[in-house]
């Protein structure tokens, strides 16, 4: 695994950032969805803008839009029909910079990759919904959590990280091994 070609050290050198899986929701049909999004810094995002669009096969669509109070719901117009009248946010949680929006009555075509925009942020998150037969006819093993976020993608995520600290570690062996030795002797191992 760990060559002295540095086969793997080369490709973490060129792709230092290896973005995480996004969130995967899943549902059953005819319920409701609640899609996580909160900005990194959790800031009040009241008077601020938040889109929320699905991914299409030839353009997105518009599934929520927020604007300093504006939103489809209260007068805003361009919501893509799949979604009119079945979305909502938590107003009394954006001054904790939660942007997450739930779907009512969620239908299979509902399935898909959704995207939260935050364009003062230049921040963008991927949440994937997977709704009732779509989901059991794809996957073997399902591995739920109280709230619906898949727990395997977690779990995926954790032991990439495990990983890159072994690759930090065994970089940090070859550029110089009297500090790799060092480290337990000094109490940082």
């Known amino acids: 695994m760990f060559s002295p070609d540095g086969s793997l050290l080369n490709i973490m050198i060129k792709y230092p950032y290896f973005p995480s899986p996004g969130v995967r929701v ?104 997977v709704v009732g037969e779509y989901f059991h006819s794809t996957t073997t093993a399902q591995c739920h959590s109280p709230h619906n976020v898949d727990i395997m993608n977690l779990l995926l995520t954790s032991a990439k990280l495990i990983l890159y600290a072994a690759v930090f570690i065994y970089m940090l062996s070859l550029c110089s091994s009297s500090l790799f030795y060092m480290l337990p002797a000094a109490g940082l191992w």
């Open 26 to 129: 899943v549902v059953d049909e005819d319920s409701d969805a609640v899609l996580p999004c909160s900005p990194r810094t959790k800031e009040d995002i009241t008077g601020k803008l938040f889109d929320w669009k699905k991914d299409g096969q030839k353009e997105k669509k518009e599934v929520f839009l927020y604007v300093s109070g504006l939103h489809y719901n209260n007068g805003r117009t361009g919501q893509d029909k799949q979604f009119k009248g079945r979305v909502s946010h938590f107003q009394d949680q954006l001054m904790n910079g939660n942007a997450s929006i739930k779907i009512q009555n969620v239908k299979m075509a509902d399935s898909g990759i959704y995207r939260c925009i935050f364009p003062h942020h230049s921040q963008t998150f991927n949440i994937e919904l």
